[in-house]
């Protein structure tokens, strides 16, 4: 685990050494362990280490292949580099380190672009072709590292963080407003824009060419690998499926349990961190386990519920760990504030801060955590959305109801208000257009309820998880810690996307006939936070973690923001967002922004998710503009 940058100037000029090491100093945090540079005039590749694999000076990057015509800088952990090894071994290839980075390297020397697809696990990286005068550059299928560009004033550059770019002396730095008002309407960015102009994030699951032997080099970005979530022609039994996510899952843990260092585990006191410290824990006796609690005494109603420390406790004594915790307040929150806007570099979705704090814990004692992201977006477990557009006239129905729902923060009716200043700059950006291109060739064969929920299946996994990764990257690299996501296994989630959504969800059909009923008001009872999600692994979980764990209702990891924001906190967010002075208001209409917060300080509204990517986007511009 790692952080890699890199420079190919396409006017042939010459790669200074101290601007690639500025860059990656600027991610020094990713890799405390060890530094390298390579540079052979016009192309430069940057890198710094995190050991986690063979700590010995044989695994130092960029790494340059057997022949020299390959260097090779790398960020992630591929998990069955072994195996692969095997068959390179096979073809002739030879080792000199015990890492994972010379079988990636010596993979796409023998396999090309098509050994991405062969590589499970995460990653993101650059290789240089000296022969052939070509970069590439790629992540992972599903985004758990992140890769950012930029192709400014003549050259490539590209770092796993934006500060790594924008330590070039000379980048010129605006503020994608089209982003702004995607982040605003989302809480998230779907598209590969930043909030800066002219940075974007390579997709997940996508590779990029860079041909310096062309005339008119230009960067070509391609797909290798895309989600597919839909229903199976030919179905087994219920007890074949759980068997088979059995087997699965605890391979997918056992596979990501290779280490040279010490390895620990989040315990949210969920089912999804729960089930992950279960089956490891068989293999890792006495492993750490870490959960961040909330001091509650001026929570009120459903946040009086957040803390989940007493289910951590309970499963680190019912699986033998070694626990650690820690509680988090209000001012903990408005401490975090200018590290987030730094490490994070750009709000993503939900509050992020906890995280951080997990992290950091974490931190103290393992340099590798396992982490539950994934297991939601996979198995359905958010039954809540899902229901709200499972009978529809056509697909473009779908879209306008579930679009509807995933206005998170500023929904169409108050948009052109609170974007007056900009709204000359933006009209254009239709964030209909921005979330219907999500799906792009999965708008067709929608025939049945099941149908829709694939397609909310398959656009959480595009959109609100990788929102969740790119958080979960940078908060723990923040802290020099590799997080690591056993949901998120090949084999694992080539299950998930064919597992029948019946298996998935239990009230469906409930749901359907509810629908039906349509138009009016709708009870509520399933647009309710239910634990009817994620039946097939619950059945699967019950032989291995309490009973008060696996059919708990879906419990997020929030903090209680709603009432710290009208209470301990008000102070801090009127000095923030009710001042004049406020950078924010050079982009939103202060007015607005006033009335919409004043909503929830007054506690007619809930808006805490509003009022905190307000106060990340003050931050965020304090520091970065």
């Given at each position: 685990?790692?952080?890699?940058?890199?420079?190919v100037?396409?006017?042939?000029?010459?790669?200074?050494?101290?601007?690639?090491?500025?860059?990656?100093?600027?991610?020094?945090?990713?890799?405390p362990?060890?530094?390298?540079?390579?540079?052979?005039?016009?192309?430069?590749?940057?890198h710094?280490?995190?050991?986690?694999?063979?700590?010995?000076?044989?695994?130092h990057?960029?790494?340059?292949?057997?022949?020299?015509?390959?260097?090779?800088?790398?960020n992630?952990?591929?998990?069955?580099?072994?195996?692969?090894?095997?068959?390179?071994?096979?073809?002739?290839?030879?080792?000199?380190?015990?890492?994972?980075?010379?079988?990636?390297?010596?993979s796409?020397?023998?396999?090309?672009?098509?050994?991405?697809?062969?590589f499970?696990?995460?990653?993101?990286?650059?290789l240089?072709?000296?022969q052939?005068?070509k970069?590439?550059?790629?992540?992972?299928?599903?985004?758990?590292?992140?890769?950012?560009y930029s192709?400014?004033?003549n050259?490539?550059?590209?770092?796993?963080?934006?500060?790594?770019?924008?330590?070039?002396?000379?980048?010129?730095?605006?503020?994608?407003?089209?982003?702004?008002?995607e982040?605003?309407?989302?809480?998230n960015?779907?598209?590969?824009k930043?909030?800066?102009?002219?940075?974007?994030?390579?997709?997940?699951g996508h590779?990029a060419?860079?041909?310096?032997?062309?005339?008119?080099?230009?960067?070509?970005l391609?797909?290798?690998?895309?989600?597919?979530?839909?229903?199976?022609?030919?179905?087994?039994?219920?007890?074949?499926?759980?068997?088979e996510?059995d087997?699965?899952?605890?391979?997918?843990v056992?596979?990501?349990?290779?280490?040279?260092?010490e390895?620990?585990?989040?315990?949210?006191g969920?089912?999804?961190?729960?089930?992950?410290?279960?089956?490891?824990?068989?293999?890792y006796?006495?492993?750490?386990t870490?959960t961040?609690g909330?001091d509650?005494?001026?929570?009120?109603?459903?946040?009086?519920?957040?803390?989940?420390?007493?289910?951590?406790?309970?499963?680190?004594?019912f699986?033998?760990?070694?626990?650690?915790?820690?509680?988090?307040?209000?001012?903990?929150?408005?401490?975090?504030?200018?590290?987030?806007?730094?490490?994070?570099?750009?709000?993503r979705?939900g509050?992020?801060?906890?995280?951080?704090?997990?992290?950091?814990?974490?931190?103290?004692?393992?340099?590798?955590?396992?982490?539950?992201?994934?297991?939601?977006?996979?198995?359905?477990?958010y039954?809540?959305?899902?229901?709200?557009?499972?009978?529809?006239?056509?697909?473009e129905?779908?879209?306008?109801?579930?679009y509807?729902?995933?206005?998170?923060?500023?929904?169409?009716?108050?948009?052109?208000?609170?974007f007056?200043?900009?709204w000359?700059?933006?009209?254009?950006?239709?964030?209909?257009?921005?979330?219907?291109?999500?799906?792009?060739?999965?708008?067709?064969?929608?025939?049945?309820?099941?149908?829709?929920?694939?397609?909310?299946?398959?656009?959480?996994?595009?959109?609100?998880?990788?929102?969740?990764?790119?958080?979960?990257?940078?908060?723990?690299?923040?802290h020099?810690?590799?997080?690591?996501?056993?949901?998120?296994?090949?084999?694992?989630?080539?299950?998930?996307?064919?597992?029948?959504?019946g298996?998935k969800?239990?009230n469906?059909?409930?749901?359907?006939?509810?629908?039906?009923?349509?138009p009016?008001?709708?009870?509520?009872?399933?647009f309710?936070k239910?634990?009817?999600?994620?039946?097939?692994?619950?059945?699967?979980?019950?032989k291995?973690i309490?009973?008060?764990?696996?059919?708990?209702?879906?419990?997020g990891?929030?903090?209680?923001?709603?009432?710290?924001?009208?209470?301990?906190?008000?102070?801090?967010?009127?000095e923030?967002?009710?001042?004049?002075k406020?950078?924010?208001?050079?982009?939103l209409?202060?007015?607005?922004?006033?009335?919409?917060?004043?909503?929830h300080?007054?506690?007619?509204?809930?808006?805490?998710?509003?009022?905190?990517?307000?106060?990340?986007i003050?931050?965020?511009?304090?520091?970065?503009?």
């Amino acid at each position: 685990m790692c952080g890699i940058a890199g420079i190919v100037d396409l006017k042939q000029r010459s790669v200074s050494p101290v601007i690639l090491k500025r860059m990656t100093d600027a991610i020094k945090h990713r890799g405390p362990d060890g530094e390298g540079q390579w540079i052979e005039r016009n192309v430069g590749l940057g890198h710094r280490r995190l050991a986690i694999l063979d700590l010995s000076p044989a695994g130092h990057q960029p790494m340059a292949s057997k022949n020299q015509r390959y260097v090779l800088s790398y960020n992630g952990e591929v998990y069955n580099f072994r195996e692969l090894r095997v068959e390179l071994e096979a073809l002739g290839f030879q080792f000199h380190s015990q890492t994972d980075t010379e079988v990636v390297l010596n993979s796409l020397i023998a396999w090309g672009v098509k050994a991405l697809l062969r590589f499970n696990g995460m990653f993101a990286l650059a290789l240089w072709d000296r022969q052939e005068q070509k970069m590439l550059l790629a992540r992972d299928r599903y985004g758990i590292k992140p890769l950012y560009y930029s192709m400014q004033g003549n050259r490539l550059v590209f770092g796993s963080e934006q500060k790594a770019i924008l330590a070039m002396p000379d980048f010129t730095r605006e503020l994608d407003k089209a982003a702004l008002l995607e982040y605003f309407t989302f809480q998230n960015i779907f598209t590969d824009k930043t909030l800066v102009e002219d940075i974007k994030l390579l997709q997940a699951g996508h590779y990029a060419t860079l041909d310096l032997k062309k005339v008119k080099p230009t960067l070509q970005l391609a797909e290798y690998w895309d989600f597919n979530f839909q229903e199976p022609t030919e179905k087994a039994s219920d007890e074949e499926y759980r068997e088979e996510l059995d087997r699965l899952f605890k391979q997918a843990v056992n596979r990501q349990l290779v280490t040279d260092v010490e390895l620990g585990a989040y315990l949210s006191g969920g089912m999804d961190s729960g089930s992950i410290t279960a089956i490891a824990s068989q293999s890792y006796p006495y492993m750490k386990t870490f959960t961040c609690g909330f001091d509650l005494n001026s929570a009120s109603g459903l946040e009086l519920a957040f803390d989940e420390r007493t289910k951590a406790e309970y499963m680190s004594y019912f699986f033998k760990t070694e626990h650690y915790e820690m509680v988090l307040k209000s001012g903990d929150m408005e401490r975090a504030l200018p590290a987030l806007a730094y490490y994070l570099e750009e709000p993503r979705v939900g509050q992020s801060y906890p995280n951080y704090y997990a992290a950091k814990l974490a931190s103290k004692f393992v340099k590798v955590v396992l982490s539950g992201a994934g297991g939601d977006e996979l198995f359905g477990g958010y039954p809540w959305r899902y229901y709200r557009a499972v009978v529809n006239e056509d697909f473009e129905h779908y879209v306008d109801k579930y679009y509807q729902f995933w206005q998170r923060l500023i929904p169409n009716s108050e948009i052109k208000k609170a974007f007056s200043p900009i709204w000359g700059d933006v009209k254009g950006v239709w964030t209909r257009d921005i979330f219907r291109d999500v799906f792009k060739h999965h708008a067709n064969s929608l025939s049945k309820p099941e149908d829709y929920v694939n397609h909310s299946l398959y656009f959480e996994a595009k959109t609100f998880l990788h929102g969740l990764l790119v958080v979960e990257d940078k908060l723990s690299m923040a802290h020099s810690l590799e997080s690591r996501v056993p949901f998120l296994d090949n084999d694992l989630v080539d299950f998930s996307m064919k597992c029948p959504v019946g298996l998935k969800l239990n009230n469906l059909a409930s749901v359907i006939r509810l629908n039906e009923n349509e138009p009016g008001n709708k009870t509520g009872e399933y647009f309710q936070k239910t634990k009817d999600g994620k039946q097939i692994l619950r059945n699967v979980m019950r032989k291995y973690i309490p009973e008060n764990v696996h059919s708990a209702q879906k419990q997020g990891f929030s903090a209680p923001d709603a009432s710290w924001f009208k209470g301990e906190s008000i102070d801090f967010v009127v000095e923030k967002l009710f001042s004049s002075k406020a950078k924010i208001y050079d982009y939103l209409d202060a007015g607005a922004v006033f009335e919409i917060v004043e909503r929830h300080l007054s506690g007619r509204e809930n808006k805490r998710l509003l009022v905190w990517s307000l106060l990340n986007i003050e931050e965020y511009l304090n520091k970065w503009r």
